[in-house]
């Protein structure tokens, strides 16, 4: 499976931009498609992710209230829809596959598409 993501782009503090992850291969009901997101010179870290098949969703503290993932099984894509965006969501945001089930960790993650630049300016 290929994972490719776009939408990225830059932005004031409190515009909106929603995120897409196409997968190129069949996504199975027990996988998790998850979003991530790298800020200049920090760590990779989890933002999102959602049960392919009953479609349970999850986010980190940081984003919850203001991000929301979906899935449209049809287009065989995810989406991270970003609202009241803040300079602190400046990062490069990734989409990746689980195939073993929900984690908030990198390493259980094991596809990962290129990511996409957003920036949020003050």
């Known amino acids: 499976v290929q994972l490719q993501a776009s939408g990225g782009g830059l932005v004031q503090a409190g515009d909106s931009l929603r995120l897409s992850c196409v997968a190129s291969?069949?996504?199975?009901?027990?996988?998790?498609m998850g979003w991530f997101r790298q800020a200049p010179g920090k760590e990779r870290e989890w933002v999102s992710a959602?049960?392919?098949?009953?479609?349970?969703?999850y986010y980190s503290d940081s984003v919850k209230g203001r991000f929301t993932i979906s899935r449209d099984k049809a287009e065989n894509t995810v989406y991270l829809q970003m609202n009241s965006l803040k300079p602190e969501d400046t990062a490069v945001y990734y989409c990746?596959?689980?195939?073993?089930?929900?984690?908030?960790?990198?390493?259980?993650?094991?596809?990962w598409g290129r990511g996409t630049l957003v920036t949020v300016s003050s």
């Open positions: 990746a596959r689980a195939h073993r089930g929900l984690s908030t960790v990198e390493n259980d993650y094991e596809d």
């Open positions: 291969g069949r996504i199975f009901s027990s996988h998790v």
């Open positions: 959602i049960r392919w098949g009953v479609g349970n969703t």
